[in-house]
């Protein structure tokens, strides 16, 4: 089956401790991104890349780290979470080229809290 | 700048009622259009898109939307809301210099009345 998958699900960290949250794509999408989703702010953008080894800052950027050491995977890393960081997060992959381009497909979310 | 407007924050409708859930957007070139739905508790989910061609695109779970050029829009459209239709949904739009980044509409929370 085709999907993004995203670990954890839920995860509730105290200030400071780093953490990763994982991103896979099983479709060969060249294009990966991740957002953070809060209330009345929709989603924003916090980094992408569109191929391995090539990632670019997105809106909201700071407190976060990306790697895109495979195609498959873009993992997410806070370094020093702090409480604004709470959240729900999203991985989303598209291909590049083809009848899905631009088309994004969604992991389920991680919910972060951050106390 | 471009930017994504969807103006209504919360909809209620009843079920079996139409629906409309509107999108505005502002630059202008062409764009490639997006409509998708989150489920509570969910992620989202890709309804239609709009790419060329016939500007009334259809999508899946019955929806469909029209691309009006000389309004900037691509309103969201169903005949008769079912209560499984309770969701989140949101309007991005991409643009050809864009380089792949959608931008995203703040989102419309769609609520049904029995």
């Known amino acids: 089956e085709a999907q993004v998958t995203q670990n954890p699900r839920y995860l509730i960290t105290v200030t400071g401790k780093k953490l990763t949250v994982t991103c896979s794509q099983n479709m060969n999408h060249e294009y990966m991104s991740w957002y953070r989703q809060d209330p009345g702010l929709g989603l924003r953008q916090i980094y992408y890349s569109m191929n391995v080894e090539v990632t670019d800052k997105g809106d909201v950027p700071e407190g976060y780290k990306v790697s895109r050491k495979e195609k498959r995977n873009f993992p997410l890393i806070l370094e020093s979470p702090s409480p604004n960081q709470t959240s729900l997060y999203f991985c989303a992959s598209s291909p590049l080229t083809g009848r899905s381009l631009y088309e994004q497909y969604f992991g389920p979310g991680t919910r972060l809290t951050v106390t | 700048a471009q930017s994504v407007t969807q103006p209504d924050i919360h909809i209620t409708v009843s079920e079996g009622a139409s629906l409309e859930l509107r999108c505005n957007y502002s630059?202008?070139?062409?764009?490639?259009l997006f409509w998708y739905v989150q489920s509570p508790g969910q992620g989202l989910q890709l309804l239609l898109k709009y790419f060329s061609g016939d500007t009334l695109v259809q999508g899946i779970k019955g929806f469909e939307a029209e691309f009006k050029r000389s309004q900037s829009s691509f309103n969201l459209r169903k005949p008769s809301v079912h209560w499984s239709d309770a969701a989140e949904y949101f309007c991005?739009?991409?643009?050809?210099?864009?380089?792949?980044?959608?931008?995203w509409g703040a989102g419309t929370k769609l609520i049904i009345k029995p």
């Open positions: 630059y202008g070139a062409t764009p490639y």
């Open positions: 991005a739009v991409a643009f050809m210099d864009s380089n792949y980044q959608l931008i």
